[in-house]
């Protein structure tokens, strides 16, 4: 079986049996780390620092994976655990959450007179990233999850324990916010 392919419950039964309890992890981060790590770099924003907080969010699994129940899957559970290591790091180092854009993320759109012909995308990624940095931090989370994961509502509904309603609020907020700071600046 590819290693890409395991089910959460063909890992979770791997993991309950202590002789391929280690290869059942090796498959979860080959399976889920690329993932969690962009999870983790949009919100810390360094490389070194995401990696140290990618190896926490992995330490923690660990500890834990045996109290996994599969009521949500496994990837959500991981995702919840790297959002709140993530926080958890930006919050104990006092610093402000940053994001990695590239242009080919960028969806949010203006009319073409609403910005300057001249603006490169660089500068144009900083004005967002500059918005999005402006949003209360409920929907600058929801934006992030949204936008740039390209979460579906539930999934991201089960992880910050909230409605799907809420969450659509938050995001259309957020939209509105962004593009306003935009085409005002």
């Not at 395991?6 to 890992?11: N, V, W």
């Not at 979860?28 to 620092?49: A, M, P």
């Not at 949204?146 to 910050?160: F, G, R, V």
Request: aromatic share 10%; charged share 30%; no cysteine.
């Amino acid at each position: 079986m590819n290693e890409n392919s395991y089910t959460d419950e063909a890992i979770m039964a791997m993991f309950a049996n202590p002789k391929t309890r280690e290869a059942a992890f090796r498959i979860i981060v080959k399976q889920f780390g690329t993932q969690l790590y962009s999870r983790i770099r949009t919100i810390v924003g360094s490389h070194d620092e995401t990696d140290d907080v990618l190896q926490n969010t992995f330490i923690k699994a660990w500890r834990s994976l045996d109290r996994f129940r599969l009521e949500s899957s496994l990837y959500t559970w991981l995702f919840r655990i790297t959002t709140n290591e993530a926080l958890t790091y930006v919050r104990r180092n006092n610093k402000a959450v940053a994001l990695s854009i590239n242009d080919d993320e960028m969806k949010i759109t203006l009319p073409v007179n609403d910005m300057e012909s001249s603006e490169t995308g660089e500068e144009i990624a900083e004005k967002l990233q500059s918005a999005v940095e402006r949003l209360p931090e409920k929907q600058k989370l929801v934006f992030q999850m949204k936008y740039y994961q390209d979460m579906k509502y539930d999934d991201m509904a089960s992880i910050l324990k909230t409605s799907v309603g809420a969450l659509k609020a938050s995001y259309h907020f957020a939209v509105k916010k962004i593009e306003n700071f935009l085409s005002i600046r």
